[in-house]
């Protein structure tokens, strides 16, 4: 976490800009633009995250003293940071170098391991978090001690146990793990990156930024997820994941400011997010006293779940159906929807949503062209569909598509040449349709006074009805909802 210069933008006097100004809701998933079922498939590898391997990754990472940018002991840091990449199995592992800014003669290095895709190897998630710490105050001197366990050990510690689960979990996109330098001096290592990946079009869905996920003051675990407003789907996704496969209570905010990695992505155009404790380490940070024994370490276990679980499903998640088309269907009530199926070999079926009126439904099918029946004539379908997969992954939903069911008279709430309604003879009602045929009947007399009113619903396919009615002539009206048949009624006194 970097403080972030304000002063240097402004010259009237504002609060402190550090994340003390973040402003959080607790996340509601009634308003989410994702909603995710369970999968035990995801569960099972967010349970691979081990809390003894996020505290003893934050416990070597102090013990390097300090991990400022300008000293020896940050560049030994990045060496164990490559090494411990290279010790999961993975091939490509690498520096990316770039001199400090501050210092064109201190060498940067941001520690870059890849795990490429299987399907879609050019769509890339980019999970980070800075390595390098400092110290201020009174007697804090950072070439001698920084120890940065939660500034970010915790972050570096989210990295490496990400990459360590994941190693051999096989993904349809590329993941790469960026462990950034020289943060606490302006974000340089990750506006290095991301410059550099902006710079080579690289296609990157999601960047994940851990950076202080390991102090909680208490036994409530909150977690704030926090991103710019064009990344809420993916903190929503974030949000739900925490519900589902953490213990930890998600916070959000769909706005953030410069002071930590995800920013640069999202400068360049890319969606970022940044999982952060939500109770702020305000007496340890920046200070000599930022040490493992303050942290919660099964606390910073959860946050790493959380990490792992949704880059989990950025990475194999189906891409949606496309080109949806939806047209009036073959029957009365009906749509015809139809889509092209994503890219994805194992994608196993589709969601299929559609809202008329305040009634919102949805229907599973495996088929690309699809009927949907049951809507009300007449009245506009709004539709989109999301595809799933066989490990339960699903995609983001599709655009809309809106369409208008087929009026046709038929079906059991529709008149229709099957269905009769006539007085055959005096003092009765003949009712002939399909049974279940429901509607209402009301009987007039000759001066409008309303003599029978009743509702009823056909038991057989012809229904003789008797009025109990002085002798007289009679109008009948029968009612199914979408269409009045009206009929005369003489009823003759025997
Ligand atoms: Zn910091």
Redesign the pocket.
């Known amino acids: ?2 403080i972030w210069p304000v002063i240097l933008f402004s010259v009237i006097p504002l609060a402190p800009r550090g994340p003390e100004a973040r402003t959080f809701t607790t996340f509601d998933p009634a308003t989410s633009l994702e909603v995710i079922p369970y999968s035990p498939y995801v569960d099972s590898i967010t349970d691979l995250v081990s809390f003894d391997s996020v505290g003893a990754y934050i416990l070597r990472l102090q013990n390097f003293q300090t991990r400022y940018s300008f000293t020896d002991s940050v560049i030994q840091a990045s060496e164990w940071i490559s090494a411990k990449f290279q010790s999961f199995g993975y091939d490509s592992v690498y520096f990316q170098t770039f001199p400090h800014p501050e210092n064109p003669s201190s060498i940067q290095r941001n520690v870059v391991c890849v795990k490429p895709g299987l399907i879609t190897p050019q769509e890339v998630i980019v999970i980070g978090g800075h390595y390098d710490s ?1 110290v201020y105050g009174a007697g804090a001197n950072p070439y001698v001690w920084a120890p940065g366990a939660d ?2 050990g915790s972050g570096t510690s989210g990295v490496l146990e990400t990459a360590r689960v994941l190693a051999n979990i096989p993904t349809d996109r590329t993941i790469i793990f960026v462990a950034f330098a020289a943060e ?1 001096q302006g974000l340089y290592g990750s506006e290095t990156y991301a410059d550099w990946a902006a710079s080579q079009g690289m296609d990157i869905l999601l960047m994940i930024n851990m950076d202080m996920i390991g102090y909680e003051k208490d036994f409530v675990w909150f977690v704030a997820i926090e991103g710019n407003y064009a990344s809420r789907s993916e903190i929503d996704l974030a949000a739900e994941i925490a519900d589902l496969y953490t213990s930890l209570i998600p916070q959000v905010s769909y706005t953030t400011a410069p002071y930590s990695d995800h920013w640069p992505f999202l400068a360049n155009g890319y969606h970022a997010l940044m999982l952060e404790e939500s109770d702020f380490n305000y007496n340890n940070w ?1 200070r000599n006293t930022d040490i493992i024994d303050s942290l919660r370490i099964p606390y910073a276990a959860q946050v790493v779940e959380l990490a792992t679980g949704l880059a989990l499903w950025i990475a194999n998640r189906p891409d949606p159906p496309t080109d949806l088309s939806a047209t009036p269907g073959p029957s009365s009530g009906s749509i015809l929807l139809t889509y092209t199926p994503p890219p994805q070999p194992d994608v196993e079926g589709y969601e299929i949503t559609y809202r008329q009126g305040g009634t919102t439904d949805t229907l599973i099918t495996s088929d690309t062209s699809v009927v949907i029946e049951g809507l009300q004539p007449g009245v506009p379908v709004v539709l989109k569909a999301r595809a799933f997969d066989a490990l339960g992954f699903y995609s983001v939903p599709s655009d809309s598509v809106i369409a208008t069911p087929t009026q046709v008279a038929e079906g059991p709430v529709l008149p229709s040449p099957s269905l009769r309604f006539e007085s055959p003879r005096p003092g009765v009602l003949l009712f002939a349709g399909p049974v279940g045929t429901r509607g209402s009947l009301t009987v007039y007399d000759i001066s409008g006074r309303q003599k029978i009113h009743t509702t009823f619903t056909l038991k057989q396919t012809r229904t003789v009805v008797p009025l109990r009615l002085k002798q007289g002539v009679y109008f009948a009206i029968w009612d199914v909802g979408t269409q009045i048949l009206r009929t005369k009624v003489v009823v003759i006194q025997r």
């Open positions: 976490m970097w400092v500034d970010n606490e920046h």
